[in-house]
């Protein structure tokens, strides 16, 4: 008995731990989907619902609305209210796709402006004494510390008419009219571009920093010239850091609403715009919500697409 | 000097014996720097057509450094390197005829093995047909047809070494460098390895400058060996010469086995030395072309396997020390005998186990005699 009791002891008190791991594991593994389920899943839900109802002269201004008072009929009656209208609508009226296919258009166009100034700078970090490099990164990221809308204000100021940019280059001789910039689609590549270039950069840093220079010096041994290494070599290697500053950029630029209300103007057509004025201007929740809904299944494809590639990346890599 | 070449050869190679020839390589008093660190240290030596020159030395002794400076990656800090007649300091690396193996394989990850290996000839545009008959070639020769489809993470260790050399040999360059070509492989492959190495170079006519840090392979597969030491070159010569009459104490005991024994040069007699090593001990005698200066501190380097042991006093004996027997290492072939002398020196002495390991007639602690003839030793001053 006294030489077994403590072995017992043992066994249990290792069953004990091992059981707390198991709950443990299963807890932390359960957070973020609490937090996708309830901060993502859950309004989605009822935006989608919003999507299927019809517009009303009430608070909120749309019909039919939860009413748990009535019971299951009440469910009944508001799952048979429910209807497809609104979606028919966005295809009825062509200013919806016409903002779906201008947003995709200036969104492409501004990720494609971003890698070919992204991956210059992305580069020469990456090439840069190593001693400097951390603080390249810091200077990447410094602009994080003011307000985005503050820094899109700032734009209004550097492009309008009477701006800085204008008085720059009429003082150094390069025109004599002032140009109109502001307003224009051209203030809206500029504001996104400059503000979503971060995110360009740092994870094309991120790959080209760690790129083993060997290869480039056996590429050369072999024969290949300094260009063209780069384009066999580099390019494809970084690859990784290009699709994933590309998806970074892509993706809010199609939602983004600030930057073509402050900068655009009244031609400019992006989806977050249309999505503002249908909500509040015409206060009609329920398109609102349909073209929201059409916007998030839009940024699935490429959204899916790009954790493809990173699980695809995630197998080489281990 | 020149009378020691490979017996097994029928046509002496030994370019380097006959000052008309051109060296295909030239280092003229090469420094290379990093800050105020010399990796490379006023280096001269002439490399020949046709040769399999190995460099041998310790850990961060310049040998990358070296080959680096031939394939272009990084220029002199002082001094010339020339190539036939060419200085290749204003010639970039994609343009030099030299191919390196990379001591860190630096296979392309995007690429298959196949794709590795026509990657150079790909560069030279040669004709598609060529380029497959070529990886092919160098596929079956280095044992991985099966894995031209694969991707370098995919492989192992060994594999990937043997893809790197195999990428390096496909353009068959008029100087192929390898840094340390075999040494993830295992005995069997590696040996294999060096044998066909030597074919293709002889079969091609290249030149070889290969950096090992196994000596069997330099000797086996060299036609000489620079032995290197804190970015200077010690000694430069054929296998057999640097093994048998190594210059300095350095050379000596980094090439294979070797008892040194320190002490004073008596008188010399036509080529024979002696060496006073201790107190109230008979002097040492060796063979030496030299004039050593009498009263000089030298030593003598003698291969264990050319010192015998035996428990009674030889009858004749150039040089004859008795002490116990300390230690005995057991290796399979042969048996490694320490003995230690009376004044607590080691000298070790080999015997070929040519009975079963029951039957040796010597064992610890017992009283014996090692010896050696006088032109088993040599004298060296450094
Ligand atoms: N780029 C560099 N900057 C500074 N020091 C360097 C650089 N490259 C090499 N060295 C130094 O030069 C010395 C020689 O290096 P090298 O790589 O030639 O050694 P090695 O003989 O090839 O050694 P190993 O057998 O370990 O490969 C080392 O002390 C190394 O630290
Ligand atoms: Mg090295």
Redesign the interface.
Known sequence: MAVTQPADLVETEEVSTQAQEGIGQKVLIAVPYVWLLVFFLAPFFIVFKMSLSDIAISIPPYTPTFDLSEGWDGLVALWNALDLENYVWLTEDDLYWKSYVSSLKVASISTLLALLIGYPIAYSMAKAPSEWRSTLVMLIILPFWTSFLIRVYAWVGILKKEGFLNYALMWLGVIDEPLTILNTNTAVYIGIVYSYLPFMVLPLYAVLEKM?G??L??????????I?TFWI?TI??SLPGIIAGCFLVFIPAVGEFVIPDLLGGSNTLMIGKTLWTEFFSNRDWPVASAVAVILLLLLIIPIVLFQKQQEKQMK??G | METIVKSNQQQVFAPWTDPQNKPLLRFENVTKKFGDFTAVDNLTLDIYEREFFALLGPSGCGKTTMMRML???ELPTTGRILLGDNDLKDT????RP???M?Q?Y?????MSVEQNIA??LK??KRPKQEIKERVEEMLSLVQLEAFAKR?P?QLSGGQKQRVALA?SLA?KPKLLLLDEPLGALDKKLREQTQFELMNIQEKLGMTFVIVTHDQEEAMTVASRIAVMDHGRIKQVATPAEIYEYPNSRYVADFLGDVNIVEGRVGVTTGETASLNWAEGQSHLAVSTKERPQSGDTAWIAVRPEKVRISKEMPEEADNCLQGEVWDIGYTGNISTYHVKLANGQMIKAQVANRQHLANRPITWEDSVYVYWEKGAGVLLQS
């Open positions: 083993d060997a290869l010096e056996a590429a050369n041994d072999l024969g290949c010239s300094p063209k070599i494809p290697l080489e890599d | 394939a272009g990656f970039p690396p994609h343009k030299v191919n390196m990379f860190s630096a296979l392309f990850p995007h990657f150079g560069q030279d991707k993470h990428r353009k």
